[in-house]
C-alpha cells in the first residue's frame, strides 16, 4: 500500500478535528466568558532511511539524511485566557472580571469549580447562583427585603434592606482565584473549569490585589471568539482537507496506473 495514503488520512482526520474546535468556538460566540480554543498538532515517527550525519565513506558523511515522514496527529487544544469584552446589562448581580482570575462556584458534591460566566441569580433561599444553580464560594445569601444589591470593585457585596439607605448591609466579599497555569483547567461544561495537576492549585484572593482583576458590577464578559479569525481559520482548514484529500486521489490514480501495466 502506497504510504501517501495512510499519510493524507491523517491529515485529513487532523483537519476534521480542527474544523471541529473552529466550530466549537462558532458555536459558543455568545457564551458568557467562554475563551476560544485552538488546535495544536505534531509530526507523527519518521522511517529513518539514510541516517542525517552518516558515514558515506572513511572521510566522509552525510550532509542530509533520508527521512520520510508518516503524518500529522492533533495532541492538545489550547485554551486561550485572553479578556473578552464586557457587556453592559445593568443587572444587578450580573458580575464582569476586567483582568486576571475566576469566580469559584461550590458543585453539588461539595467540590470547587472556577468559571469567567458572572451572570449570577438568586436561587429560593437569597443564595447567589450561577444559572445552573451552584453557589457562588465563598457563599453570598440576600436577605429578605433587599431592595437593592451593591458590589464593589473589590468584591464587597452590600444590600439595602427595606429601604434603609443609611444602614447597608455587609453581605459577604467574592473571592477570585489564580492559577499559574490556567491552560491546564479541565472545562466540564455549564462554563465551569476544575483544576488539574496541569494548572495547579488555586489561589485565592480579593480583587483587586495581587494582579487579579476588579469585578465590574451590571456587566457580563462575553466570548473572546473573533469571528472573522475563526473563519479564515475554517476557510484554511478546508483547503488543507481538500488538498489531503487530492493526494489520496493521486495516489488512487497512480495504483490504477500500476493495475493497468
Known amino acids: 500500500m502506497m504510504r501517501s495514503l495512510w499519510i493524507a488520512k491523517t491529515g485529513m482526520d487532523a483537519m476534521q478535528n480542527n474544523v471541529d474546535v473552529i466550530s466549537h468556538n462558532l458555536a459558543n460566540v455568545a457564551t458568557n466568558g467562554y475563551k476560544r480554543e485552538r488546535p495544536i498538532f505534531d509530526d507523527l515517527l519518521y522511517q529513518n532511511l539514510r541516517q542525517p550525519g552518516g558515514a558515506t565513506s572513511q572521510t566522509t558523511s552525510l ?40 469566580f469559584q462556584i461550590t458543585q453539588p458534591d461539595g467540590t470547587t469549580a472556577y468559571t469567567r460566566d458572572g451572570s449570577f441569580q438568586l436561587d429560593n433561599q437569597g443564595n447567589v447562583v450561577t444559572a445552573e444553580g451552584e453557589a457562588l464560594s465563598p457563599a453570598i445569601q440576600v436577605p429578605a427585603g433587599t431592595t437593592s444589591v451593591s458590589v464593589g470593585k473589590d468584591g464587597t457585596v452590600t444590600a439595602i434592606v427595606n429601604n434603609v439607605a443609611s444602614a447597608p448591609v455587609t453581605l459577604g466579599v467574592i473571592q477570585l482565584a489564580t ?32 494582579g487579579l482583576g476588579a469585578v465590574n458590577q451590571g456587566y457580563v464578559e462575553t466570548s473572546n471568539v473573533n469571528v472573522t479569525e475563526e473563519l479564515v481559520n475554517m476557510i484554511q482548514a478546508q483547503r488543507a482537507y481538500e488538498i489531503n484529500s487530492r493526494a489520496v486521489t493521486t495516489s488512487d490514480q497512480m495504483l490504477q496506473k500500476l493495475e493497468s501495466m
Open 63 to 102: 550532509p542530509t539524511g533520508l527521512q520520510l515522514g508518516t503524518g500529522v496527529r492533533t495532541v492538545a487544544t489550547a485554551r486561550i485566557f485572553e479578556q473578552g469584552s464586557l457587556q453592559n446589562t445593568e443587572g444587578q448581580l450580573d458580575l464582569a472580571i476586567n483582568g486576571v482570575g475566576f
Open 179 to 210: 492559577f499559574i497555569n490556567p491552560a491546564g483547567l479541565q472545562a466540564i461544561g455549564d462554563n465551569l473549569y476544575l483544576e488539574t495537576n496541569a494548572s495547579g492549585a488555586p489561589t485565592a484572593g480579593q480583587p483587586g490585589t495581587n
